[in-house]
């Protein structure tokens, strides 16, 4: 099992002193919490995509390029790469080019962002934001894996004879994963395609992010990539950690309050019973956490979002010392725990490359027997 981090990268006033960091820390702050995250062992960073005030992110495979420059073992994602208004040809090109940089540390995570104005900004109708999602997330999957394509749609002009360069390093596609919160029309896709299906549930109840899940879960094994329990989850989570939970509701709470998604909403309190952020101390996280397998199954990538609403960088590493020294030593080994022997591992590049080889080499088998089969008859007519 994965664990990480992801930041949507909001430019935010610290409640506590009115300061807020300049785009330029902010960003340099994110490249910071990255490093953190490889440092205390985590395995996965991934940054959200912008294109508007408060947040900073605009460029993903720029940051993530420059991250895997400096890191060795840290998987680089996205936590919302904008399949609806993003040309398919520039991210099959972006992320290919990324993955042959990082050595295949990458994966993204198709979505269609919560700002409605990026429609029109980019060209596009939001309207239409579940057709241009499925048309091209379709092209993107062929320019991966054809090389040469030729296409017409609804919402971009016609390809003939396209290739898409850089090809996929070692001829394997990145992983993708499909974010939702609320359309089960992206849990169909992901299902349909045998991808991965995020769902990003930290503003979510328990019994919606079920529904999801078990949904995914069942036209995935529909479309016969393998059982319900074979199918790839990744799940949301937000944490504020102090070894006092006392101490960490205390401080967290001028934060949650002014939040840019949920301030001046439910409380503190309200929020967390309903839904997965925990407020406390180390070991309420893990408990916490461990209880999301009980209505989304054994999955395969957790993700926390650390870094928002305004936290000083200082605090968020702490943060990061505490997950890594004390959260997620415990969750490896709780979820691993009676984790039945038929559910798969998060996907990385050298298990995609292993598979796509061991495929290669059964179809030249059957090749071959054939071949041998056809020699025989032939010799038989003779």
């Given amino acids: 099992m994965q664990f990480g981090i992801f930041s949507v990268g909001d430019v935010t006033p610290d409640p506590t002193t009115g300061r807020a960091p300049t785009e330029r820390e902010r960003i340099k702050a994110m490249v910071a919490i990255a490093l953190k995250a490889e440092e205390v062992g985590l395995d996965v960073f991934a940054t959200g995509e912008h294109h508007n005030p408060p947040f900073v992110p605009s460029s993903p495979t720029t940051m993530l390029g420059y991250i895997a420059a400096r890191t060795e073992r840290l998987l680089l994602s996205t936590s919302t790469t904008l399949i609806t208004t993003n040309d398919p040809v520039k991210i099959a090109e972006d992320y290919a080019m990324l993955q042959h940089l990082a050595d295949g540390r990458v994966d993204l995570m198709m979505g269609r962002g919560n700002t409605g104005p990026v429609y029109p900004w980019f060209g596009q109708d939001i309207r239409q934001g579940i057709n241009l999602a499925v048309e091209n997330y379709a092209l993107l999957h062929r320019l991966w894996r054809e090389d040469v394509v030729d296409w017409e749609g609804r919402f971009r002009t016609p390809l003939q004879g396209f290739?898409?360069?850089?090809?996929?390093?070692?001829?394997?596609?990145?992983?993708?994963?499909?974010?939702?919160?609320?359309?089960?029309?992206?849990?169909?896709?992901?299902?349909?395609?045998?991808?991965?299906?995020?769902h990003n549930n930290i503003f979510w109840p328990a019994e919606h992010t079920r529904r999801m899940v078990e949904l995914y879960r069942s036209r995935y094994a529909h479309y016969g990539h393998g059982t319900p329990e074979q199918a790839i989850v990744g799940l949301g989570g937000q944490v504020f950690m102090r070894k006092n939970s006392?101490?960490?509701?205390?401080?967290?709470?001028?934060?949650?309050?002014?939040?840019?998604?949920?301030?001046?909403?439910?409380?503190?309190?309200?929020?967390?019973?309903?839904?997965?952020?925990?407020?406390?101390?180390?070991?309420?996280?893990?408990?916490?956490?461990?209880s999301f397998r009980d209505y989304a199954g054994d999955y395969q990538r957790q993700l926390f979002l650390m870094d928002h609403a305004g936290l000083p960088l200082k605090t968020v590493l702490e943060q990061l010392d505490l997950l890594g020294e004390e959260v997620v030593p415990v969750l490896r080994a709780e979820f691993a725990k009676n984790r039945p022997a038929?559910?798969?591992?998060?996907?990385?590049?050298?298990?995609?490359?292993?598979?796509?080889?061991?495929?290669?080499?059964?179809g030249a088998a059957k090749d071959a027997a054939k071949g041998a089969s056809a020699a025989e008859q032939e010799g038989a007519r003779a």
């Fill in 163 to 198: 290739t898409s360069t850089p090809r996929p390093l070692d001829g394997v596609p990145p992983f993708v994963w499909h974010g939702s919160i609320r359309s089960p029309e992206i849990a169909e896709q992901a299902a349909y395609y045998g991808d991965g299906f995020f």
């Fill in 246 to 290: 006392q101490d960490a509701v205390r401080e967290f709470r001028p934060y949650f309050d002014v939040a840019p998604v949920y301030g001046h909403g439910p409380s503190l309190e309200e929020f967390t019973a309903q839904t997965p952020l925990t407020v406390g101390s180390p070991q309420q996280v893990v408990e916490k956490t461990l």
């Fill in 342 to 362: 038929g559910v798969p591992e998060a996907p990385t590049h050298a298990s995609l490359l292993g598979a796509a080889r061991k495929e290669a080499a059964k």
